[in-house]
């Protein structure tokens, strides 16, 4: 059966790296096609995965996810139904990650501040339409370029970003493998469930079949969270919550 994962973090922390993991899932996808339009949404995908890396810290907070993880998964060394193999190759990942992160010259996003076609076409981005031919004509020199010379160029910023999508690839999927999925009834749309005191719950994961008639709208914050399964039966009407129960999957996300 093919399942729908809908996502709700409960901190800061794992809402930079969603949001992080959503850019570069754009970035990745636009940087492998070879048409001006891709070329042109690879290039606002950059723009906005370092706007999103400069409102804080996240090499610093990717460092200290690691760290945590890498604590945690040291402890299972000693038990016996672990995949030692497995372990052994998640530990050395976190550690190569984390050794180049922590390197005093890895400044992700620092190559596309100081390129100055980047930022010509960041300053007119801003503005509806802001990159037609007439308004950067160096942009549409650029975009007529062979694609070969195109890609070499975008392969070049990407890898000025590429660690913290490794960094973020590597905690996200700790993270959402860490809960043990419990399956769920909502009565008449509505669940609630308290969290743990004691547990670190990071994300909240709703699985619904993907032809599912519903999709559910998640809250929470450090002691419950609430979830409301809604349907929109067109898109010119408002969304309500549904009477019917509504079986599911629940995955809460502790590491």
């Not at 769920?184 to 990071?202: H, M, N, R, Y």
């Not at 709703?206 to 450090?222: A, Q």
Request: proline share 4%.
């Amino acid at each position: 059966m093919n399942l729908i994962a809908y996502e709700q973090p409960l901190n800061e922390r794992i809402r930079a790296f969603l949001r992080l993991e959503h850019l570069f899932k754009f970035a990745s996808y636009h940087i492998s096609g070879t048409s001006e339009w891709d070329n042109r949404s690879a290039i606002i995908d950059f723009l906005n995965i370092v706007d999103q890396i400069s409102r804080s810290d996240i090499k610093m907070d990717l460092i200290k996810e690691l760290e945590k993880h890498s604590s945690t998964l040291e402890s299972l060394k000693n038990n016996k139904n672990v995949d030692m193999s497995r372990l052994n190759e998640i530990l050395e990942n976190i550690s190569t990650v984390s050794s180049i992160l922590r390197n005093s010259s890895c400044q992700p996003g620092q190559t596309i501040r100081q390129d100055e076609f980047i930022s010509s076409i960041k300053q007119r981005s801003i503005m509806p339409s802001g990159s037609c031919n007439f308004d950067l004509p160096n942009y549409h020199y650029w975009l007529n370029k062979s694609a070969e010379e195109r890609k070499k160029d975008l392969q070049k910023w990407y890898e000025d970003l590429e660690i913290l999508y490794e960094g973020v690839k590597l905690t996200l999927t700790m993270v959402r493998n860490s809960s043990n999925p419990v399956h769920e009834i909502a009565t008449s749309g509505f669940f609630q469930k308290p969290i743990d005191s004691g547990l670190s719950c990071q994300l909240i994961r709703i699985l619904l079949p993907s032809n599912s008639e519903y999709y559910p709208e998640i809250s929470g914050g450090k002691h419950r969270f609430t979830v409301r399964f809604m349907q929109q039966l067109t898109s010119d009407s408002r969304p309500v919550q549904t009477s019917d129960n509504v079986e599911f999957e629940l995955h809460c996300c502790i590491l």
